[in-house]
């Protein structure tokens, strides 16, 4: 009886026990982590515990753990996979190229984070992500122009990169003052993948190739054409950031004092702490993360939602747009966002005015046309997961009794008609009697 | 031949006056309704000229109804006339009851039409 007792009072509270991955709360929670070698932990903490003071439950795993999987009993047991052995050909357990691109399908977070010597299997997801790896397997990034200054002359292949995208959802508002420190293995955007974003691009001055050997044909990779971490937001809104360099996430190189050859000044930090803590909060949706709800159409005037509409009805459109900032949903506030009154193509497109608090609204007359009508709400913007609405709606012609009657412009027509009658009667009757 | 041209026409008018002048008077009385259903039209088309054709279903009934009625009576007065032979096995009581008929239906029409 007691235990029927806890467990009748358990089952209320079961949706608080369960913080993980849902519409509305879709922040990856339980992240797996595999490493090639479980010193990475230590010697990668700082990035370890910036997650893990942010709420995420890390679960650190070698990659060749047999017991490993993504999911049991078909549902996932994690919400975003990050990805730190560059060097392993096969993992361990249930995980397998097609267990990983599945895992993504279903709109889960990845973090690959590859290096020289990159493993088939690491190339190959990545190959499916998007981006291609420099296919020499010895070959780095290489900048004779803007490489990090250190202490010894070295073969360059430490470069400082602050060639980032242009955009405050995936980087943050705050801009990464000291460039990022890159030491690794360059990649290229696959052209008909149109997915794929370079966050930070080589500058146009490095090459990709084997710094030991010397360079006896041209370096397939070169300029800014190389990209050393690019990002995937697939159309089911899972993130994928990618990145050639296992060691730009140590602790060495967060603490690192950087100087930009060429650059008067130097910087106490490296910029990677920030980079990389801004990107991850972007990957584990914690930014640009938006919702819409309460999608509302009435005519003007009125309260309720109609079933139809009649041609040219003055009608009002609201919805409200939020965005995830990791914790909350907060209003979501931009001048661009538009609605379609939609059939076949858009007969109306207005701009949608904001109160700031995360309501948008539009008036507009329904067009002279009668069908079946879709209200539209089609919103992609860089960085932002994609906002795709449609809600359906026909419209009607005027009834037969909804036309404008004894119009005073038609006052002599009216006329004319009687007359003809009167006309009528007056000449049937003269017609008759005249004889 | 310049200088005949009016004395021609002054004429024509009188020859076809003293005609029509031996035309019966139940005919007479048919022109003058044809006259009368053609003249209204004509103040309408002027009528539409000038404001506009808005209520274009409005229009159309009052200028259908007078040019119809002009066309029935018209249609009466070739079977009431007597020196018209194709029809002279038709009584002109039938001319009049088809006549009646057909503009019941028309202003029928015209009642729905007008708006």
Known sequence: ?435 | MVKSTSKDAHALFHSLRSAYAATPTNLKIIDLYVVFSVFTALIQVVYMAIVGSFPFNSFLSGVLSCIGTAVLAVCLRIQVNKENKEFKDLPPERAFADFVLCNLVLHLVIMNFLG
């Open chain 1, 1 to 435: 009886m007691s235990k029927l007792l806890i467990f009748l009072t358990l089952i209320p509270l079961l949706p608080i026990l369960t913080t993980s991955f849902s519409p509305e709360n879709p922040s990856s929670r339980r992240v797996l982590v595999l490493l090639d070698d479980l010193a990475l932990k230590s010697s990668h903490s700082v990035f370890f515990n910036s997650l893990q003071s942010r709420g995420f439950d890390l679960d650190f795993k070698l990659a060749d753990d047999p017991k490993i999987g993504l999911h049991r009993y078909g549902q996932y047991l994690y919400d975003a996979l990050i990805l730190f052995c560059p060097t392993t050909e096969r993992f361990g357990g249930s995980i397998d190229l097609a267990a990983i691109l599945d895992f993504v399908d279903s709109g889960h977070d990845l973090i690959i984070a590859a290096d020289s010597n990159a493993s088939d299997l690491i190339r190959e997801i990545a190959t499916e992500s998007g981006v291609d790896f420099d296919e020499d397997p010895a070959a780095l990034v290489i900048d004779h122009i803007s490489y990090a200054v250190s202490n010894t002359e070295g073969d360059h292949t430490l470069i400082a990169s602050d060639e980032y995208i242009k955009s405050d959802v995936i980087l943050g508002s705050k801009k990464i003052e000291a460039p990022v420190l890159f030491q690794g293995i360059g990649h290229s955007l696959n052209p008909s993948n149109s997915l794929v974003l370079k966050v930070l691009s080589a500058s146009p001055s490095a090459y990709s190739s084997n710094p030991k050997s010397k360079l006896s044909n041209p370096p397939s990779l070169t300029g800014s054409a190389i990209s050393l971490v690019s990002i995937v937001q697939a159309r089911n809104n899972a993130r994928i950031l990618i990145s050639g360099s296992l060691s730009m996430f140590s602790n060495r190189f967060f603490r690192s004092e950087v100087q930009k050859a060429g650059s008067p000044t130097k910087h106490e930090k490296s910029g990677n702490e920030q980079f990389l803590t801004e990107l991850s909060k972007w990957v584990f949706h914690e930014r640009g993360h938006l919702k819409a709800m309460n999608v509302r159409h009435h005519k003007a005037g009125e309260a309720d939602e109609p079933t139809i509409y009649r041609v040219n009805d003055d009608l009002e459109y609201s919805v409200e747009i939020y965005e995830w900032s990791g914790t909350s949903w907060e209003p979501y506030v931009a001048d661009d966002v538009q609605v379609q009154f939609y059939m076949m193509s858009p007969y109306v497109l207005k701009n949608l005015s904001t109160d700031k608090k995360g309501s948008y609204f539009t008036a507009f007359k329904v067009p002279d046309v009668y069908g079946v009508f879709q209200f539209k709400v089609e919103y992609r913007r860089l960085g932002y997961t994609s906002l795709s609405l449609s809600k359906q709606i026909p419209v009607r012609p005027f009834k037969h009794n909804e036309y404008e009657r004894f119009i005073p412009a038609a006052y002599p027509y009216y006329g004319a008609a009687f007359s003809m009658m009167t006309g009528f009667f007056i000449f049937t009757a003269v017609h008759l009697y005249s004889k």
